[in-house]
């Protein structure tokens, strides 16, 4: 009996020993093996927005590279003197600086879901190949825009194309420009030979299309054919891109109505009649897609109310203030920590280009008493970007300095936004390529190839010029025509008032080899400014990006601290 | 045990009247056998006696039934018996030294404490009954060398933070595993068992013990028994009732109504670059003449939201049962109203235990045990916008004579920067949060002992624990009023399930002088792990509170969760000794988890140890003096597994911030992120560690205790390890980095007097650990922390651990005075004054005399993370206890020292309340002392003159000023008892009745200028230790009570 129940004994502990391993198998759950996903067209889709994602969240188009590290050029600068917390536009950044690790990890952390887009996305499981080029193409697409973001800002950096897989990979030597643009080039390509056009049966808006990959693509080519790479004969590939675009008829700017007058001294004059300048980014303000003029943008939406984080700060960070209602729900809340320039304001009235200066430096604000007032100091603090508005004066009139609001009660306003109006986030969207953009870069790419404004380029430009209420330049600006130079130095400020706040002035200064100058020309605008005073703190903080402006250090960023590291094969730029 | 019989036995029988005198005889022997000649046996109470002859055989005449026999042999235990109806009495003396035998759980067994070989240390259970504590937790500080127990703050029944040794993780938990009735938990809540249920608690400390444990031993063991019904066919009932008050001690020192209006005054004349202006004036406009304030009381909202806190307690026990089938029931019901209003703990316990003896060699034990426990209360230190405490000390104590149409407290409702800053009363009474756990246990046991030698044991246990927090904001609340939700509710629900079972086989054999015990086993676990989460906002009422979120109308995406884990074990350990005297012990494990791949799933936990009993040596037999010494040393490896059940996954998740919106009205479309990398060569964690022991007594015990040296590493640690963020990963669970932690414990405990109606018993412990990190990710040489406490926006590392460092320094700024006039020279060229060369700016521009002044470690005129220093060390250099123990008659005391010494705390509310700025915030009363033109000797910035700001700029917030020594000497727990007489006893026809009085947390000896130096919230673990930011201070507990058993 003894023997027999220690029998059993050994046997069941046998059963344990036996059952072994299988035990030990488990799946998760609430996740997902990177194995089992990216079988099919939804999957594929699903995947694709979480790349979006990325570029939407704060530390990308949402807040940093839109707004916060476009500060410190001749658009503008950070207006808080009591801190430099937008260290990067201050050129008072170092490695260990925030916003030049999360802009490196976050376009990291989009070029390793492409790359595992790219390994994982099962082609045998797509019975149209052509679906399957097309996913791959968007993955492609937004994978080139990544690298180009982080050369523009890094210049020479590691080049992953495949997925992250363990630990190993943290050491990796950077590649050579070349190799970079090269790859960049090669996705933008295939992007561009399988994505639909905007508007073709398929076409989801918002996403990336083909011209959107030829556009981006003149981008880069222009960006090689200047500072660092200074590779002249990319002039010639970025207007072959343009011209593809321009050609295809796809694209147009919004059209403006206006009628031409002649004047009393016979000088002819353009009222404009409908602005389509602001109807455009009425688009953006309003989340509807306008894809004939748009051809590549962000797309934001608040939705916090049903928990979901869809929302960027474009018109909150860099928007017209307005401090009345304390903050709370369905007051159209603006910070307004971006100050722009009187260069910019001086450059609209010397053009007469009162449309696009109406829109992008109205100059006004709302009080936390609820008056409606006007901004005209340029050294004010609340002399901000208009472009991303996001409400107006009812009645305009209320800016004048003696309307003010019955005791108790508060001027009328628009809230111009769609959605849910809530203090810190925003529904607006924000532009990366409008076809404005490929005009201008045509017109600046043939003038280089050229080596002398062609009636194309000038033509090209002047659809610009029209639709913002302005003369040919021929006829306002004829010297402008007269040479290559003269004509660089055109578009150089045409592309400042047309494009201003859209997250390009800072990279076009630096292919251009300006930004330099036009820092140091800030610095002397505003101490030429009459109410310019050098004791006031204000003022003397607004000099900041110019007094720490070092050209040896500040044309790219310094590589993380945590890069370098724990990536063995990474040396600090030798500036750093 | 046996003692307690024994007693039991005597109150029965000294109920019966006997008064027949007769003649008895019997034999004395020993417990082993050994006929005891000369043994002096009396009769309690009267003359009579004789003593044994040479063959240990006795005989008394006239002896009545209601005599007690009261046996003395020296060496050996006295020994009390009553006559009853016996004629013949066959005696067994314990010896002296027996009676000093506790028995110590190790895990899958117990041992006799003289035959350890490991570091196991014991509480004395007398010693967490007689606390005045909620949960068994908070009564352990200073009782046991090694055992760190500190507080996150004193929330009203949260669990404490428990260390062994020093902490072996950075980023994973450093808790040990409870093991309750030997049943390996983890997530255990203290609340989740009473303290009277407790029979024995014991701490395994060094790797020879805990090996047996294996992966989940590394952070040491906390092994509990519960109690047993009695055996001797009675049963008894025992009621507890108790009631307490709590206060706190002290409330922080902060501006009264006329140092708050001199403050305003003095912050509006610099506003107006002190000279008088517009801002004075206005001042004085509102506020009038300050000296009129000077005898006003105004409001310190401390008092407002402080009150006196109660704990009504109650615990019933009934015991019963013979020598086969005994059971033993107990219930707890615990109410606690907090010291923060509307703050409390509640606690019921349902406790089963039953005991059968199927056969002579079949035993079954079973339990079943259900406890509910709820915390209530706004969660003061868990948010880094909100904290209840922050507004208490910055609203204005007093309103202005004039009305400036602000809230109370100098609230502006249309400032947004003062969003997150409400009424603190009605934050308080208007938030309802409840944390709720229900904890249902059940395990059955089934022991067969097949001979002598052989022995089976399977336990099959059975765990589920539902934990639910329900957190609503109603319309007088921060998130209610100012907030983007307006009214809202959310239920977060999570459970987890744990079956598991453990079968072993044990093998005792004693052949002459050489004993062995062998045993082998094998246990398996199953956990799953669900969660729920549901919110809604916009609801238009607060009537219906949490019972009725379907009234909002912006309710979130629901979410859910599901995971689990396996963990499937085999272990044995062998154990020889020779004569009592050598003794020899190994242990091993292999475990296999389903966290990790096939590959690293299974990791082996071998163990070595060995002791030597130099007492039972001949030559120390003739030291008369020394009553034990023990020699003991043992190594193992232990493990830690305790990383996300699916780490070693990769895996896409798609989440709430994931998603992205495109199409036509710009829809929402979920979108998919690799939320993991799964590093394929993922393990365990593994603890070495050495000890070294040594065991001692002297003069029959009279003084004894242990010392023991220590030396733990842990590698391939399981860090979630920043890597280079080209990888897409800012940090990947991995197995890198060391980390040492080297100590020394001593105990020591005395038996100062021992009289029959006076004893005074000492214990005293102390610990040293040195804990340092040894090495990181890569060749990285620190990780850098920020603790996000500050609701102003910014990154900055409060915190780093850094190689050769211990893990979790106080990093910051060294402060360098206030800038004076004398550091700016004027330049003429660009008149303004400017800084002199050389000297630094505070990180932001312009400064002026007056802003604060840092040291430039580096020396680029400027202040910024590159100038960031150690400023503190987290470390206590040592913490102990000192408790005595005093029995006068019928009364018992308990007198209890603890204390940490040498170790800095964060005092993150002085980086704030301390620093003046131009707001209507009041604060601590050194903003009186802010620099000025007339008052330049202070290390207290201006407020803003000249729109200049005195304080640092975002990012430059913490410096030197900010760390304090924490080091306390705490007055624990007195505890005071008076057991009544017998004779009353008796005529209230109860058996026994204990009344008694008890103190916790009495007072605390320390020049830490917080609430309490026992404070830790920071949310990151042992990389933000000793962050003192909002904390709910830790109260002063009295409790009064009494305790009858019928």
């Known amino acids: 009996m003894k023997k027999f129940k220690l029998i059993i004994c050994a046997v069941s502990l046998a059963v344990g020993l036996t059952s072994c391993d299988n035990y030990l198998d488990l799946q998760p759950e609430s996740t997902l093996g990177i194995d089992q996903f990216y079988t099919n067209a939804v999957e594929a889709e699903i995947a694709l927005a979480g790349i979006y994602s990325v570029f939407a969240t704060d530390q990308l188009y949402g807040n940093n590279i839109s707004i916060i590290m476009e500060s410190g050029t001749d658009e503008g600068f950070y207006n808080r003197r009591f801190n430099e917390a937008w260290t990067v536009g201050l050129y008072r950044h170092t490695p260990s600086d925030n916003y030049v690790l999360t802009t490196w990890t976050s376009l990291y952390k989009i070029i390793n879901l492409c790359n595992l887009f790219n390994e994982q996305l099962k082609k045998d499981s797509f019975e149209d190949q052509e679906e399957y080029n097309r996913l791959l193409a968007e993955a492609l697409f937004l994978r080139a825009h990544a690298y180009s973001l982080l050369v523009n800002w890094y210049e020479k950096v590691p080049m992953p194309l495949t997925s992250t897989k363990d630990q190993s990979a943290n050491n990796l030597p950077v590649s050579s420009l070349e190799e970079l643009y090269g790859q960049i080039i090669k996705d933008y390509t295939f992007a561009s030979e399988h994505l639909l056009t905007a508007g073709e049966s398929g076409y989801v808006q918002g996403r990336a299309s083909k011209m959107a990959a030829h556009g981006l693509l003149a981008r880069v080519y222009l960006k090689m054919a200047g500072y660092p790479l200074n590779d002249k004969s990319k002039y010639a590939l970025a207007k072959e891109q343009c011209a593809i675009i321009i050609n295809s008829g796809v694209h147009g700017l919004t059209p403006s109505s206006t009628k031409t007058t002649v004047d009393g001294n016979g000088d002819t004059k353009i009222i404009v009649t409908s602005d389509g300048y602001r109807k455009h980014f009425l688009n953006y303000i309003q989340s509807t897609y306008d894809i004939n003029e748009s051809i590549f943008e962000i797309s934001f939406r608040y939705l916090r109310d049903r928990g979901l984080t869809t929302d960027g700060r474009i018109g909150e960070v860099n928007g017209i203030p307005f401090a009345f209602g304390g903050g709370q729900p369905g007051y159209p809340f603006a910070f307004g920590g971006f100050n722009t320039t009187s260069l910019l304001k001086n450059s609209y009235e010397a053009n007469k280009d009162s449309i696009r200066k109406a829109w992008n430096i109205p100059g006004y604000q709302f009080t936390a008493t609820g008056d409606a007032i006007a901004v005209t100091n340029p050294l004010a603090a609340q002399f901000v970007p208009g472009k991303y508005r996001r409400w107006e004066p009812a009645n305009f009139a209320d800016l004048a300095p003696n309307a003010k609001p019955a005791p108790g009660s508060q001027e009328a306003y628009i809230i111009l936004e769609q959605g849910g109006i809530f203090k810190n986030f925003t529904n607006i969207n924000f532009p990366v390529l409008r076809y404005a953009d490929i005009l201008l870069m045509y017109a600046e790419a043939d003038n280089e190839v050229n080596g002398a404004p062609s009636a194309l380029g000038i033509q090209y430009l002047d659809q610009v010029r029209q639709r913002a209420g302005l003369l040919p330049i021929a006829i306002a600006k004829p010297l402008a025509i007269s040479s290559k130079q003269n004509f660089f130095e055109e578009i150089v400020d045409e592309r400042f008032r047309e494009l201003t706040f859209e997250a390009l002035r800072k990279h076009d200064l630096i292919r251009w080899g300006l930004l330099g100058e036009k820092l140091k020309l800030l610095e002397q605008t505003i101490k030429g400014e009459p109410t310019y005073s050098a004791t006031n703190g204000d003022h003397q903080a607004f000099l900041r990006p110019s007094q720490f402006f070092d050209p040896s250090k500040h044309l790219s960023l310094p590589y993380p601290l945590q890069e370098v590291q724990l990536n063995n094969s990474l040396e600090q730029k030798s500036n750093w | ?1046």
């Open chain 2, 1 to 1046: 045990m046996k003692k307690i019989l024994i007693f039991i036995l005597l109150c029965v029988l000294s109920f019966m009247d006997v008064s027949a005198q007769r003649k008895i005889q019997g034999t004395v022997t020993s417990t082993t056998g050994e006929i005891l000649p000369g043994v002096s046996i009396s009769v309690k109470n009267t003359t009579k006696g004789t003593s044994t002859d040479f063959d240990g055989k006795f005989v008394l005449e006239a002896i009545k039934d209601s005599d007690i026999l009261v046996f003395m042999y020296l060496g050996y235990k006295k020994k009390e018996v009553t006559v009853n109806k016996n004629a013949t009495f066959n005696i067994a003396l314990d010896s002296e030294t027996q009676q000093l035998e506790e028995i110590v759980v190790v895990g899958y067994g117990s041992k006799n404490k003289k035959e350890l070989t490991s570091a196991i240390a014991s509480v004395k259970v007398k010693d967490l009954e007689n606390t005045a504590t909620a949960n068994f937790d908070q009564a352990l500080a200073g009782r046991i060398s090694g055992l760190q127990v500190s507080s996150v703050d004193g929330t009203p029944g949260a669990a404490l933070n428990i260390v062994i040794r020093g902490g072996n993780s950075i980023t994973g938990d450093n808790s040990p595993l409870y093991v309750v009735d030997g049943i390996p938990l983890e997530d255990f809540d203290p609340a989740s068992i009473s303290t009277d249920d407790i029979a024995s608690f014991d701490v395994l400390k060094d790797a020879s013990a805990t090996a047996i444990y294996g992966s989940r031993g590394a952070n040491g063991i906390i092994i509990t028994t519960t109690k047993e019904g009695r055996k001797d066919g009675k049963t008894a009932i025992n009621l507890k009732i108790s009631n307490s008050i709590q206060f706190i001690p002290r409330k922080l020192d902060v501006l009264n109504p006329y140092q708050y209006v001199k403050y305003q005054e003095a912050a509006a004349f610099a506003l107006d670059n002190y000279q008088p202006g517009r801002i004075t004036d206005d001042f004085y406009n509102t506020w009038g003449n300050p000296e009129d304030y000077r005898n006003m009381t105004g409001t310190n909202w401390q008092d407002e939201i402080f009150t006196l806190g109660n704990i009504d307690q109650y615990n019933l026990n009934f015991s019963g049962g013979n020598e086969k089938t005994n059971f033993y029931y107990s219930s707890e019901y615990l109410d606690q109203k907090g010291t923060l209003i509307n703050t409390g703990f509640k606690k019921i316990i349902n406790n089963l235990r039953l005991n059968h003896d199927i056969s002579k060699k079949t035993k079954f034990r079973g339990q079943l045990q259900y406890s509910f426990s709820n915390r209530n209360g706004l969660n003061v230190s868990a948010d880094r916008f909100s904290s209840v405490i922050r507004d208490a000390i910055i609203f204005r104590p007093i309103d202005p004579i004039n009305s400036d149409d602000l809230l109370p407290g100098g609230i502006d409702p249309n400032d947004p920067n003062q969003n997150n800053f409400f009424d603190p009363v009605k934050n308080l009474v208007n938030t309802d949060r409840q944390d709720r756990s229900d904890v249902i246990r059940g395990n059955a046991n089934l022991i067969h002992n097949f001979s002598d030698e052989f022995a089976f044991n399977s336990t099959v246990n059975y765990q589920i624990d539902t934990r639910k927090t329900s957190v609503f904001f109603g319309k007088d609340t921060q998130q209610g009023t100012r907030g983007i939700d307006g009214v809202n509710g959310s239920i977060t629900q999570r459970q987890f399930q744990t079956l598991s079972t453990s079968n072993t086989i044990d093998f005792n054999k004693k052949i002459k002088n050489h004993k062995i015990n062998a045993l082998v086993g094998f246990e398996l676990q199953d956990r799953t792990f669900t969660s729920t989460f549901l919110k809604n906002a916009q609801i238009p009422t607060d009537i219906f509170g949490i019972d009725k979120l379907g009234l909002g109308i912006a309710p979130s995406i629901p979410q859910t969760v599901a995971s689990g884990n396996r963990l499937l074990s085999y272990f044995s350990r062998f154990e020889y000794n020779y004569n009592y005297r050598y003794y020899f012990k190994a242990i091993m494990r292999a475990d296999g988890s389903s966290k990790f791949n096939k590959a690293n799933r299974w990791g082996y936990f071998p163990s070595v140890s060995g002791a030597w009993r130099i007492d039972r040596e001949d030559f120390a037999k003739d030291l008369g003096y020394l009553s034990q010494a023990k020699l003991r040393a043992g190594w193992g490896l232990s493990g830690n597994n305790r990383i996300g059940d699916f780490d070693s996954f990769s895996q896409l998740d798609i989440d709430n911030t994931s998603g992205y919106v495109w199409g036509s009205g710009q829809g929402f479309v979920p979108g998919a992120f690799q939320s993991n990398l799964g590093v394929p060569d993922l393990k365990w964690e593994t603890t070495s560690q050495l000890n070294i022991g040594l065991d001692f007594g002297f003069f029959n015990d009279k003084i004894s205790g242990t010392i023991d040296f220590y030396n733990k590493i842990t590698s391939d640690l399981l860090l979630n390890a920043e890597v280079a963020p080209h990888t897409g990963f800012q940090r990947i669970q991995q197995n890198i980095g060391k980390v040492q932690n080297r100590g020394l414990e001593f105990n020591l405990n005395t038996k100062n007097i021992e009289k029959d109606n006076f004893s005074w018993t000492t214990s005293f412990n102390i610990s040293f650990n040195r804990n340092k990190t040894l090495a990181l990710n890569n060749g990285q040489t620190e990780i850098l922390v920020d603790p996000q406490w500050s609701w102003e926006s910014g990154t900055e590392f409060q915190y780093i651990t850094r190689v050769g460092q211990p893990v979790g320094m106080i990093y910051g700024l060294r402060f360098d005075g206030i800038y004076q006039a004398d550091d700016f020279i004027f330049d003429n060229a660009l008149q303004i004054s400017r800084l002199k060369d050389g000297i630094p700016d505070n990180g932001a521009l312009p400064v002026a005399p007056g802003s604060v002044k840092f040291v430039d470690q580096n020396g680029d005129g400027t202040i910024n993370q590159l100038d960031r220093v150690i400023i503190g060390n987290t470390q206590p250099k040592h913490f102990g206890g000192l408790s005595n123990s005093f029995t006068i008659g019928n009364f018992d005391a308990q007198i209890l020292l603890q204390w940490s010494y040498g170790f800095d705390v964060l005092n993150a509310n002085r980086s704030v309340f301390t620093v003046p700025r131009a707001r209507r915030d009041s604060g601590f009363p050194e903003l009186l002392n802010a620099w000025s033109p007339t008052n330049t000797d202070t290390n207290i910035n201006t407020p803003v003159y000249n729109r200049v700001f005195g304080r640092p700029p975002e990012g430059n917030l913490i410096d030197d000023r900010y760390v304090e020594d924490g080091s306390f000497l705490r007055l624990s727990t007195v505890s005071l008892g008076y057991t009544f007489s017998d004779d009353l006893v008796k005529s209230l026809k109860v058996k026994s009745l204990r009344v008694f009085l008890q103190g916790q947390n009495l007072y605390t000896w320390t020049n830490y200028r917080g609430y309490n130096p026992d404070v830790s919230v920071g949310r990151q673990g042992a990389l933000t230790p000793n962050l003192d930011w909002s904390a709910y201070p830790q109260s002063v507990t009295i409790m009064a009570g009494l305790n009858i058993s019928f």
